[in-house]
């Protein structure tokens, strides 16, 4: 048995494995509200830093293996 892969940002990487695997994926719409109180915690450097994440997480997902469906 195969150890679980640890997800660093789990969507985007999940899209990877989901198409790599022959799988097909839809999206569905959802409406976003504004926000009404409070501070983001979002600032441009952790935003930086997060897109960072996803590409080399992608680009590690790309060079692994593709997942079979049983």
Sequence with gaps: MRA???MIT???EAVVLLHRAG????EIPVTMNPRYG??????PIKS???M??????????????A???D
Excluded at 23 to 26: A, F, P, Q
Excluded at 38 to 43: E, H, N, P, R
């Design 23 to 26: 799988l097909r994926l839809r």
């Design 52 to 65: 960072l994440k996803v590409i080399l997480a992608i680009l590690i997902g790309l060079l692994r293996p």
């Design 10 to 12: 789990p969507e985007p």
């Design 48 to 50: 930086g830093v997060y």
């Design 4 to 6: 679980p892969i640890r």
């Design 38 to 43: 409070g501070k983001s915690s979002i600032t």
């Design 67 to 69: 997942p079979s469906v």
